[in-house]
């Protein structure tokens, strides 16, 4: 009997420092790490959070008919606290049917066009923006899971394969700043390690919410590289990728940044 | 008559873009100057210190004191002047892979091995013959 409840004993405190090993052992620092105590408090608090006002105005969007459907957001997915809980850990994604991974927002426009019969949103538009922070705000706290299968992981594999590469007349690679570098200073900025935990982000320096493609764009600008169009298959591959290097990461949806 | 001055501009950007005369390397070095003639070291320490010419701070510190945000990628340029020569600094700044071929260092006086450059830049040296010639000359000052 002693020695029966002795070894379950035994057993849980190997399992409790187990899980504390493996804590400890996760090195990897979001963005919000960072940032400095003043923009730490900025997100955490939702009245002073400026990506708070672009969710409530995609919850406004949830609800409101469009397209030829005349169809909300809602009246097919109903309380997006239910219905989009934990979606956006998992995207990019394949939809039903597709061969091709699409990121959030584009996931967002397929509903609008085939669901809603209304016209596509363009990148980085407003309206855009605030239903993809509000779907993805539904998973703040939620681990990154991305999705498997043979198609997905080429994609990913891309990504992966354009975050090595060094490109641009700078002649870097993303791996060389965010890899290799992060944590230095690049002429006074700390180099954050990329993990795509906050978007859409209210981006200081933007004075707006802006994508993740926005944010790769400014990269790819620094190191004098030509950027792919919005709409390009490229974007998608690299946050497979980076969504893959930030598994289990926490999302901050919306997210500020500097 | 006023067509003269636009070509002549024409022209100097044509020459800007075209393909950079070859530096002679002996060794570690390039013994001489890219234009045949010296650089002028306050010039230089203007294009290191600027963050759209020289980008030498996104990486390097130095002393450079009014330009408070600098890097921590490289060593810091103090004492490079004591360090290297001035042909061996020019070859750094030429193409530094010459040296280390894994350098995160841009070769600044080279247009061939680079992917995906953006237009505005493309075929283009990141600094002119004359603009390595005035970093060279400012570098050499750097004693300790």
Not at chain 1, 179 to 200: C, F, Q
Not at chain 2, 42 to 58: D, E, F, H, W, Y
Not at chain 2, 119 to 144: H, N
Request: hydrophobic share 40%; glycine share 10%.
């Amino acid at each position: 009997m002693t020695a029966r409840l002795l070894a379950f004993g035994l057993a849980l405190v190997f399992a409790a420092s187990y899980a504390a090993a493996q804590a400890g052992a996760d090195k990897r620092r979001s963005g919000y790490q960072d940032m400095g105590e003043a923009l730490q408090k900025m997100q955490d608090d939702d009245t002073a959070n400026p990506g708070m006002l672009f969710v409530q105005l995609g919850g406004q969007l949830w609800a409101k008919p469009a397209g030829a459907e005349n169809k909300s957001c809602a009246d097919c997915h109903g309380v997006a606290a239910d219905s989009m809980k934990g979606v956006a850990t998992r995207y990019p994604a394949i939809p039903q049917g597709a061969d091709r991974p699409v990121d959030l927002e584009g996931r967002i426009n397929m509903c609008r066009t085939e669901n809603q019969k209304a016209e596509r949103l363009p990148p980085e538009n407003r309206d855009l923006l605030s239903l993809e922070a509000y779907v993805a705000h539904q998973s703040r706290g939620m681990p990154i899971a991305p999705p498997y299968g043979p198609v997905v992981d080429a994609f990913r594999a891309q990504g992966e394969g354009i975050y090595r590469r060094r490109q641009g007349q700078l002649n870097l690679s993303c791996a060389i700043c965010h890899d290799d570098n992060a944590g230095k200073k690049l002429a006074g900025i700390v180099i954050p390690e990329a993990h795509p935990t906050g978007y859409p982000i209210y981006r200081l320096e933007w004075q707006a919410l802006g994508s993740l493609k926005r944010r790769l764009r400014n990269c790819l600008v620094g190191i004098r590289a030509e950027a792919w169009s919005l709409d390009a298959p490229e974007y998608v591959a690299l946050e497979l990728y980076l969504m893959e290097r930030a598994k289990g990461m926490k999302l901050e949806t919306p997210a500020v940044r500097p | 008559m006023r067509i003269l001055p636009v070509l002549a501009l024409l022209l100097g950007a044509q020459a800007a873009a075209a393909q950079p005369v070859t530096p002679q390397i002996v060794d570690d070095a390039i013994p001489t100057s890219l234009t045949g003639r010296p650089g002028d070291a306050a010039r230089g320490r203007a294009i290191v210190a600027s963050r759209s010419t020289g980008l030498c701070l996104l990486c390097h510190s130095g002393p450079i004191a009014e330009e408070r945000f600098q890097g921590d990628l490289a060593p810091s340029l103090a004492g490079a002047g004591s360090r290297w020569s001035e042909g061996q600094l020019r070859l750094r700044i030429v193409d530094g892979t010459r040296l280390n071929a894994d350098t995160i260092m841009p070769a600044y006086y080279r247009t061939g091995g680079l992917q995906r450059v953006a237009r505005a830049f493309d075929g283009k040296t990141i600094l002119s013959a004359e603009q390595v010639e005035d970093v060279v000359a400012y570098l050499v000052t750097l004693k300790d």
